[in-house]
């Protein structure tokens, strides 16, 4: 219960996990002495205080910047990828979105894709190597140009920029029932076929991500939307119709 200083008390279920061949269960803790301006995560670093004073052994769990921006910090909260709230990662989740007293469940991403290292981290590596197979420009185009010297529209730009704010962080996998990852391959191919620099390498691209995608096991896109309910970043459907267009295009141009 809430003390007179408006700190809060949470009753946890944690999945633990010793390392990936290892059987995981939840664990109940109980922690208090919450602010609730604190984040999820900072929730998460009163806790393993409390377990390493009395001698346990911390949660494990990723987190690097804690502003939004990386991604790493990926935890499934009462169900939902990242937490209750829409757009919202879990270093951004606030404890005041919990009632005092509430009861709390944290899981790591589940998806064969996603293997479980320890506790709540999982290994999301599988998207890297989708990447290292055609996310990127490979073509040296110099240092920045003069802003004017390749006059991009408005709506195109920031079409781009909506795509490129993916931060890959996985939500769409560990909330879609297929554990695809099309909303995530599909955001990094069109942020690049939009803008000049990108569409050098535009057929190769899609084919070979696609490819990658299919053979590090994430399932198939069956349209249920539950990536971008689940994106913190709000990446839109769109981007998974502009993958799919992309690779019927890719396919009969190079004749596959």
Same mark, same amino acid.
């Given at each position: 219960?809430?003390?007179?200083?408006?700190?809060?008390?949470?009753?946890?279920?944690?999945?633990?996990?010793?390392?990936?061949?290892?059987?995981?269960?939840?664990?109940?803790?109980?922690?208090?002495?919450?602010?609730?301006?604190?984040?999820?995560?900072?929730?998460?670093?009163?806790?393993?205080?409390?377990?390493?004073?009395?001698?346990?052994?911390?949660?494990?769990?990723?987190?690097?910047?804690?502003?939004?921006?990386?991604?790493?910090?990926?935890?499934?909260?009462?169900?939902?990828?990242?937490?209750?709230?829409?757009?919202?990662?879990?270093?951004?989740?606030?404890?005041?979105?919990?009632?005092?007293?509430?009861?709390?469940?944290?899981?790591?991403?589940? =998806?064969?894709?996603? @293997? *479980?290292? &320890? #506790?709540?981290?999982?290994?999301?590596?599988?998207?890297?190597?989708? %990447?290292?197979? !055609?996310?990127?420009?490979?073509?040296?185009?110099?240092?920045?140009?003069? =802003?004017?010297?390749? @006059? *991009?529209? &408005? #709506?195109?730009?920031?079409?781009?920029?909506?795509?490129?704010?993916? %931060?890959?962080? !996985?939500?769409?996998?560990?909330?879609?029932?297929?554990?695809?990852?099309?909303?995530?391959?599909?955001?990094?191919?069109?942020?690049?076929?939009?803008?000049?620099?990108?569409?050098?390498?535009?057929?190769?691209?899609?084919?070979?991500?696609?490819?990658?995608?299919?053979?590090?096991?994430?399932?198939?896109?069956?349209?249920?939307?539950?990536?971008?309910?689940?994106?913190?970043?709000?990446?839109?459907?769109?981007?998974?119709?502009?993958?799919?267009?992309?690779?019927?295009?890719?396919?009969?141009?190079?004749?596959?």
């Amino acid at each position: 219960m809430s003390t007179r200083n408006g700190l809060r008390s949470y009753s946890l279920k944690i999945w633990r996990q010793a390392g990936p061949d290892k059987p995981g269960n939840l664990v109940d803790y109980a922690v208090s002495g919450i602010h609730p301006d604190m984040s999820f995560l900072e929730m998460l670093d009163q806790l393993n205080q409390d377990i390493v004073c009395a001698g346990g052994e911390p949660v494990a769990f990723d987190s690097d910047c804690r502003e939004g921006i990386c991604g790493t910090c990926g935890i499934v909260i009462d169900g939902r990828p990242h937490g209750p709230l829409v757009n919202v990662t879990a270093c951004n989740l606030r404890m005041r979105e919990f009632p005092d007293g509430a009861a709390i469940v944290a899981e790591p991403f589940r =998806a064969k894709a996603f @293997p *479980i290292v &320890k #506790d709540l981290v999982i290994d999301r590596s599988a998207l890297d190597r989708v %990447i290292q197979h !055609g996310g990127y420009v490979s073509i040296n185009v110099g240092s920045a140009a003069e =802003a004017n010297q390749m @006059p *991009i529209p &408005k #709506d195109i730009a920031e079409q781009a920029m909506d795509s490129a704010a993916c %931060i890959g962080c !996985g939500a769409c996998v560990a909330s879609c029932p297929n554990a695809s990852a099309s909303l995530f391959v599909g955001a990094k191919i069109r942020q690049m076929m939009l803008l000049p620099q990108g569409k050098a390498e535009r057929t190769r691209r899609v084919l070979e991500m696609v490819q990658q995608m299919d053979a590090e096991g994430f399932g198939d896109c069956s349209n249920h939307g539950e990536c971008e309910a689940a994106c913190p970043k709000a990446i839109t459907l769109e981007n998974i119709a502009t993958m799919r267009r992309e690779y019927v295009r890719a396919a009969l141009k190079s004749g596959c």
